[in-house]
C-alpha cells in the first residue's frame, strides 16, 4: 500500500479549498506541499543549478534531511530560522525543512549593510543562521550581537562555521512533518519601514496557499520550465513563479543572480515558459548582443513586477511575439493583488490590471471611505493572502490593517470606468530603484549624522537603466560645507549599496515647507519628472 501523501492528514481523502470534508483536513505548510508534489511526480526535474539537475525525490529527501539537522539543533515548532544568500538551492531546502518541523523562516537581504543585518536578526529571534561564502563576512561583522546558537555555511566552512553540505549527508531524512494550518506563521520577510526601521512581515502557510491559488485561477499556464534570477528574499523572487512552479511539478532553472546572457542562454536550453522579473532586467536582456538571435518561442509570457513597464520596452517584447504580464503586489500580500494580462498591456498602458478571485480591492478617502470611480485615493487590499501582521509589532499592525480587515498599502490610486487599477503616487515616498524598494527616511536619517548637514531630502528621480534614482538635496549647517564624496563615504558603511544617493545636490536656500512644516517633496520632485511618462 502506498503511502498516505504528507499533504493530507487523519486518512488521504480529499479536501476541498482547505474546508474540512469528512473531518479530514489540507496540511498547509509550504514544504509539505512540496512533498506531496514529490509523492505524485518523483522523478520529474524539481531544480536545476548550475546545469546540475535534482528530480523531486531526491530535492524532497534532501528538505527531510535538513529538517532532521535542524531538529538535532533544537529547532522546533515557532522557533525562527535565518538565511542570508545569494539564490541557491540551500535557500529553498532549508525553507521548505522549516515548514516541515513548524519552524518560521526568516530570509535576510544579502544587499544590506552588517549593522541592518544584525537588527533583523536580533528583531526576529534568530535561532539559527545560515550563510553563503558572499555573506559570512556581514553576519561575523556583528556576530556577537546575536544570539544565534548555530552558525551553517552553506559554501566553504570555518572554525566558527559548521558545513552544511556535511551536516546534510549525515543526517536521517525526517520521517514525520508537521501539521501545519493555515493561520500558522510560514516566514517573516522583511520590509523597509517609514520609520526608518524595518518591520517584519507574518506570511503565513494560507497566506502563500491562497496567493498560488489566485495565479491558478488567472489561468497562468506553465510547462517546460521557469527560470528564477530574480532574488529568493524577494517576495517576487519567492512567490510569483518559483514556489508556485514546484508546488505544480514545473522545475525551476535557479540563478545564483541575475546576468542577461547567461538567462537569455537558459531560456533557450530548458524551454523556460515563464521568469519573473523587474522591468529593468528585462530593459537589460533586450540591449544584450544576442538577444536578436536568442530563441524564446518557448516562452508563453514574463511577469514584470516593481515598476510600471515602459511604453518602448513592451514594444520590444512584442516585436519579438512575447506578451508581459505586469502585476501590482506587496510584501504584506504575498504579493499578487492585480495583474494586467498581456491583451491589455497597450490600450490599458499605466494600469496595475485587475483584481484576482480571491483578492478584493478597493480605494479609499482620508475616512477611511470607499470613493467614487476615477477618484483617487489609499489602496486597499482584504484577502486570505493578506499578511497575518508585523513581527511584535502590534502598532504597526494596526495602522496597517483596518477593524475590518482591510490593509492599507499606503498607495494611491484609482479604478478607471473599466475596473482597471491605476497607481499614480505613493503616501511613504518609497522609491523604486532597480526593482528594490528605497525608502528615504532610512537614507535621510543617516545623512542627518553627518556635523555638516543641516536638512536632507531624498527623493526618486527618473533613470533610463534603473526606472528611478536616488537623489540627495542637502543644505549644509551656516557656515559649512560638504562635498557629494564626503556623504557618499558617510553613507557606506551605514546603508546597503543600493540605497546610497545616485546623485546629490547641495543648496544654499533652506527647504520648501508646508504649513505643518513637512518638506515639500511633490515641488522638488516635480523638475525633474516633468514630460516624463
Avoid at 519601514?193 to 495565479?215: Q, S, Y
Avoid at 525551476?252 to 522591468?279: C, N
Wanted: aromatic share 8%; glycine share 10%; hydrophobic share 45%.
Amino acid at each position: 500500500m502506498a503511502p498516505i501523501p504528507p499533504l493530507l492528514t487523519g486518512g488521504g481523502r480529499a479536501c476541498y479549498l482547505g474546508v474540512s470534508v469528512n473531518g479530514y483536513e489540507v496540511n498547509f505548510g509550504m514544504g509539505q506541499i512540496i512533498l506531496e508534489r514529490a509523492h505524485l511526480n518523483p522523478s520529474n526535474t524539481a531544480l536545476t543549478f548550475k546545469e546540475q539537475s535534482t528530480d523531486y525525490a531526491a530535492f524532497a529527501e534532501r528538505i527531510r534531511r535538513v529538517a532532521n539537522v535542524l531538529r538535532g539543533k533544537g529547532i522546533s515548532r515557532g522557533d525562527r530560522v535565518g538565511l542570508i544568500s545569494h539564490n541557491h538551492p540551500s535557500f529553498l531546502e532549508v525553507l521548505y525543512a522549516c515548514s516541515c518541523l513548524g519552524a518560521i523562516f526568516v530570509p535576510l537581504n544579502f544587499r544590506l549593510a552588517s549593522a541592518e543585518v544584525a537588527f533583523i536578526a536580533k528583531d526576529a529571534g534568530v535561532k539559527v543562521i545560515f550563510a553563503d561564502d558572499n555573506c559570512l563576512p556581514l553576519i561575523e561583522a556583528e556576530r556577537a550581537q546575536l544570539a544565534c546558537t548555530d552558525f551553517i555555511a552553506t559554501q566553504t566552512a570555518s572554525d566558527n562555521w559548521q558545513p552544511y553540505d556535511g551536516l546534510v549527508e549525515n543526517a536521517e531524512p525526517l520521517q514525520t512533518v508537521e501539521h501545519m494550518q493555515a493561520d500558522d506563521v510560514a516566514l517573516i520577510m522583511y520590509t523597509s519601514g517609514t520609520t526608518g526601521l524595518p518591520k517584519g512581515a507574518m506570511l503565513t502557510h494560507g497566506n502563500v496557499f491562497w496567493n498560488a491559488l489566485n495565479v491558478a485561477f488567472m489561468g497562468l499556464r506553465m510547462r517546460g520550465a521557469t527560470l528564477t534570477c530574480a532574488p529568493l528574499f524577494h517576495i517576487g523572487g519567492l512567490n510569483v513563479t518559483t514556489h508556485i512552479s514546484l508546488s505544480f511539478g514545473v522545475e525551476v532553472v535557479l540563478h545564483e543572480s541575475f546576468e542577461a546572457g547567461a538567462v537569455l542562454a537558459d531560456i533557450e536550453r530548458y524551454k523556460v515558459s515563464t521568469m519573473f522579473g523587474a522591468p529593468t532586467m528585462f530593459l537589460m536582456m533586450a540591449q544584450h548582443d544576442n538577444f536578436a538571435a536568442a530563441d524564446l518561442s518557448s516562452i508563453i509570457s514574463f511577469n514584470v513586477g516593481s515598476a510600471p513597464v515602459p511604453l518602448s520596452l513592451l514594444e520590444v517584447y512584442h516585436g519579438r511575439g512575447i506578451q508581459m504580464e505586469q502585476g501590482y503586489g506587496l510584501t504584506e500580500t504575498s504579493p499578487y493583488v492585480s495583474v494586467l494580462g498581456a491583451e491589455f498591456a497597450l490600450s490599458k498602458l499605466g494600469s496595475a490590471g485587475n483584481g484576482l478571485s480571491f483578492t478584493s480591492i478597493r480605494i479609499v478617502d482620508e475616512a477611511n471611505q470607499p470613493v467614487a470611480i476615477g477618484e483617487r485615493g489609499e489602496i486597499c487590499i482584504k484577502g486570505p493572502n493578506v499578511m497575518r501582521g508585523y513581527w511584535n509589532r502590534p502598532d504597526a499592525t494596526a495602522a496597517a490593517i483596518d477593524k475590518e480587515g482591510w490593509f492599507h498599502s499606503g498607495d494611491i490610486g484609482y479604478f478607471d470606468e473599466d475596473g482597471f487599477l491605476f497607481i499614480c503616487d505613493r503616501l511613504k515616498d518609497m522609491i523604486i530603484s532597480g526593482g528594490e524598494n528605497i525608502f528615504p527616511i532610512e537614507v535621510e536619517s543617516v545623512i542627518l549624522t553627518h556635523a555638516a548637514v543641516s536638512e536632507v531630502a531624498v527623493i526618486g528621480i527618473p533613470d533610463d537603466k534603473w526606472g528611478e534614482a536616488v537623489l540627495a538635496i542637502i543644505v549644509p549647517r551656516d557656515g559649512a560645507s560638504v562635498t557629494d564624496d564626503e556623504i557618499l563615504d558617510h553613507c557606506r558603511p551605514q546603508i546597503a549599496k543600493y540605497k546610497l544617493p545616485r546623485a546629490i545636490t547641495i543648496r544654499s536656500e533652506p527647504l520648501p515647507l508646508s504649513g505643518a512644516g513637512k518638506v515639500l517633496k511633490r515641488k522638488l520632485r516635480t523638475p525633474y519628472w516633468e514630460g516624463v511618462r
